[in-house]
């Protein structure tokens, strides 16, 4: 009975034709830009997550405490919620830290008269503190502290990334909706000829008894298998397109986002993709309705 | 095995109600053979239909095999069908398969066993005497060849009740002479058979049970 199940459904395939390969074409389009937003969403969200564990804030101090007070300072700072952990620059150190950053220029600093630079602790924010939310409140608590001259390293740009990252993952969904939905409408169209051109079978199944559900499961297979083409064809799509662009845009990704290499999409999206073809198609299977034999 | 009792059938087009069944009442004992007779247009399709619940009544009751048909539900008309054969005036067959995978399909669509499809169906044939036909399509069969493999797909399940719609119709008097000789050995094999024609001398000259239909009304049950 599977066999005969299989058979029919292909059979049913190849009388859709040119409709069937426009449906398998929609999917794969479809699918096609959703993949390609995930990808790109997905190495978005990775730099935003590298660039929020390198996240410092920086509390410059209004004057330079004595080591025991430091010390205290440092302990008082790690309780504060949303911290994850408080290293102490003194003013020395800081001046050191200016000058290695300086490298060759280094001797500009010597002509500075006495050391200007004030000492800070340097906040390294908790998962909870690295969101944009959490750094926010963070940045706020401390700011509150008597001994906190300016308090800096917000997260406005990580925030805009992440917000880049969401936008990229709407459209993504918003086009692969659309597209989507007009994939469904050709399938169930390129079904719906199919159910034309089989009305003399159906009328035969209806006639001899034949269970529903072995009249309408041909159709159902037939959707499936052209979602499932269609979903297929994307991902080597994207898996050749991945393949020609990564290296090319590795190195300026590497200068404006910090990654040091872009990962295609992961085996569970992989997954996800191929069944969202699936269910696609066999919407369209089930949608279509043809005339109604009694 | 069949009785109808009171039935009526109206269509409705539109806003006019057209009778095509009047107040129909009649019984069909297993193993008879039943003439339906009446013109075109006299009600005999429609009355075959509601035996197979293509057709529900307007009014009355239906009972085919001991069934009440008006409590069927889908999963009810399916397995009742699977009971009867049905023959129409043109054979019906599916043009892009062969004659054996016509009637075999039937078989292979109730989900019969491989190995079985391949015997009932050479049985099918050989009782119509289409057995070397088994591998031409059906624009490669003269008419009464056709009729003859829809006899046998109607026939494969080895069903209790045939209907046949005017089978006769389309065909010169020595082919529906094959088909009737086919139609009577299935009837001798034990089967009940209802044959509706609009040939009087056919009805007649069948020496059966003949029930004359006349604008939707029964009006004669001779036999």
């Given at each position: ?203 035969i199944m209806r006639l001899v008894g034949a269970p529903e559900l072995t ?78 034999e009694a | 095995m069949i009785a109808l009792d009171r039935v009526s059938k ?10 095509a069944l009047t107040d129909v009442s009649f019984r069909v004992v297993k193993g008879e053979f039943v003439v339906l ?6 009600g005999k399709t429609t009355l075959l239909k509601l035996l197979y619940r293509a057709e529900v009544p307007s009014e009355g009751e239906v009972e085919v095999l001991g069934e009440p048909l008006a409590k069927l539900n889908r999963r009810g008309v399916a397995s009742l069908r699977q009971n009867i054969g049905v023959v129409f ?17 039937v078989l292979?669509v109730l989900g019969t ?7 009932r169906?050479?049985?099918a044939?050989?009782a ?23 006899l046998?797909r109607a026939i494969v399940r080895r069903p209790s009740l045939l209907i046949a719609d005017?089978p ?15 139609i009577r050995d299935i009837h001798s094999g034990g089967t009940t058979v209802v044959f509706a ?11 059966r049970r003949v029930l004359?239909l006349?604008?939707?009304?029964l009006?004669?049950d001779?036999g």
């Amino acid at each position: 009975m599977v066999r005969f199940l299989v058979g029919e459904a292909f059979r049913d395939l190849r009388r859709a034709g040119r409709v069937a390969v426009s449906a398998i074409v929609l999917i794969m389009l479809s699918l096609g830009a959703v993949g390609t937003f995930l990808l790109l969403s997905g190495n978005l969200g990775k730099a935003v997550a590298a660039w929020r564990d390198r996240l410092r804030v920086v509390v410059y101090l209004k004057q330079e405490p004595s080591t025991a007070a430091a010390s205290a300072l440092v302990r008082k700072v790690e309780g504060v919620p949303g911290v994850g952990a408080v290293r102490y620059v003194s003013r020395a150190e800081a001046l050191t830290a200016l000058k290695q950053t300086l490298g060759k220029d280094a001797s500009a600093a010597d002509s500075l008269t006495g050391n200007p630079l004030p000492a800070s602790l340097e906040v390294t924010p908790s998962a909870e503190g690295a969101t944009p939310e959490g750094a926010r409140q963070l940045v706020e608590r401390l700011s509150a502290m008597p001994e906190a001259e300016e308090v800096a390293g917000g997260v406005e740009w990580v925030d805009k990334l992440a917000r880049l990252q969401r936008l990229v993952t709407i459209l993504g969904l918003g086009f692969g909706a659309v597209l989507g939905v007009a994939a469904i409408l050709t399938v169930t169209t390129a079904t719906t000829l199919v159910l034309h051109a089989r009305r003399y079978e159906t009328e035969i199944m209806r006639l001899v008894g034949a269970p529903e559900l072995t009249i309408r499961l041909p159709l159902l297979l037939q959707g499936m298998v052209q979602g499932m083409l269609g979903a297929a064809l994307a991902l080597v799509g994207l898996a050749v397109g991945f393949s020609f662009a990564a290296p090319k845009l590795e190195p300026l990704m590497t200068v404006t986002l910090g990654l040091s290499r872009i990962d295609f999409l992961p085996v569970t999206q992989m997954v996800a993709i191929a069944a969202a073809g699936t269910v696609l198609g066999a919407l369209g299977g089930l949608l279509a309705r043809g005339r109604r034999e009694a | 095995m069949i009785a109808l009792d009171r039935v009526s059938k109206v269509f409705s087009v539109g806003p006019v109600k057209v009778p095509a069944l009047t107040d129909v009442s009649f019984r069909v004992v297993k193993g008879e053979f039943v003439v339906l007779h009446g013109r075109s247009g006299a009600g005999k399709t429609t009355l075959l239909k509601l035996l197979y619940r293509a057709e529900v009544p307007s009014e009355g009751e239906v009972e085919v095999l001991g069934e009440p048909l008006a409590k069927l539900n889908r999963r009810g008309v399916a397995s009742l069908r699977q009971n009867i054969g049905v023959v129409f005036q043109d054979s019906k067959l599916l043009p892009g398969r062969t004659v054996y995978e016509n009637i075999a399909f039937v078989l292979r669509v109730l989900g019969t066993a491989r190995g079985e499809i391949t015997a009932r169906t050479f049985d099918a044939l050989r009782a119509v005497g289409l057995h070397s036909r088994a591998r031409a399509y059906p624009a490669q069969l003269s008419q009464g060849e056709g009729q003859r493999a829809a006899l046998a797909r109607a026939i494969v399940r080895r069903p209790s009740l045939l209907i046949a719609d005017e089978p006769t119709g389309n065909l010169d008097d020595e082919m529906g002479g094959e088909i009737l000789q086919v139609i009577r050995d299935i009837h001798s094999g034990g089967t009940t058979v209802v044959f509706a024609t609009h040939q009087a001398r056919l009805a007649r000259g069948l020496r059966r049970r003949v029930l004359v239909l006349e604008g939707g009304r029964l009006v004669k049950d001779e036999g």
